[in-house]
T-cell receptor
């Protein structure tokens, strides 16, 4: 079985500052990795995914993430955040043999202050 | 396209009552899932389906029932509601294979309170 740990429950930053949201995972088999964003009172939407290939993955809204197999990490980064990036961010993993069974981390609340 | 729709948006139940949360999609996706979201716990998979007539249990299936008679609909039934089932419930779908493989599309959620 796989598990996901998001290392920070809350991350406050100032507008235009860079941000990194950290995600570590555990699995005995190869995995697919995802980041989802949830704005207040809405469902989740996909930011980016890693299935295979280049370990640096670019997503929507200027976000990117890097898959590090040796450190079992998939950290999310953005070089310059906006107020509109304030939301909760979820890292998720599924085993390659079972893409249906997503396991989510606990979430990181990103708050961008003016 | 409406995408993934869920009804109702809000529901209050008394302990022991039963109800069905509806989920419908017009994306022609084979895969559908139900999750519950609780503060500080992320989302946890309740049940999922890989196609009409096929369902399987997720991480937290107890107290919930599902069936999938059509590609479009995937209702979630609470058999006898308990306060521990107070949560926000999300339905999600995805398609496989293809460029968008494994990208899950979420509905807006149903906020359920059991008193």
């Amino acid at each position: 079985a796989q598990s996901v740990t998001q290392l920070d429950s809350q991350v406050p930053v100032f507008e235009e500052a860079p941000v990194e949201l950290r995600c570590n995972y555990s699995s005995s088999v190869s995995v697919y990795l995802f980041w989802y964003v949830q704005y207040p009172n809405q469902g989740l939407q996909l930011l980016l995914k890693y299935l295979s290939g280049s370990t640096l993955v670019k997503g929507i809204n200027g976000f990117e993430a890097e898959f590090n197999k040796s450190q079992t990490s998939f950290h999310l980064r953005k070089p310059s955040v906006h107020i509109s990036d304030t939301a909760e961010y979820f890292c998720a993993v599924s085993e390659e043999t079972s893409g249906s069974r997503l396991t989510f981390g606990e979430g990181t609340q990103l708050t961008v202050n003016p | 396209n409406a995408g993934v729709t869920q009804t109702p948006k809000f529901q209050v139940l008394k302990t022991g009552q039963s109800m069905t949360l509806q989920c419908a999609q017009d994306m022609n996706h084979e895969y559908m899932s139900w999750y519950r979201q609780d503060p500080g716990m992320g989302l946890r998979l309740i049940h999922y389906s890989v196609g009409a007539g096929i369902t399987d249990q997720g991480e937290v299936p107890n107290g919930y029932n599902v069936s999938r008679s059509t590609t479009e609909d995937f209702p979630l039934r609470l058999l006898s509601a308990a306060p521990s089932q107070t949560s926000v419930y999300f339905c999600a779908t995805y398609k496989f294979p293809g460029v968008r493989a494994y990208e899950q599309y979420f509905g807006p959620g149903t906020r359920l309170t059991v008193t």
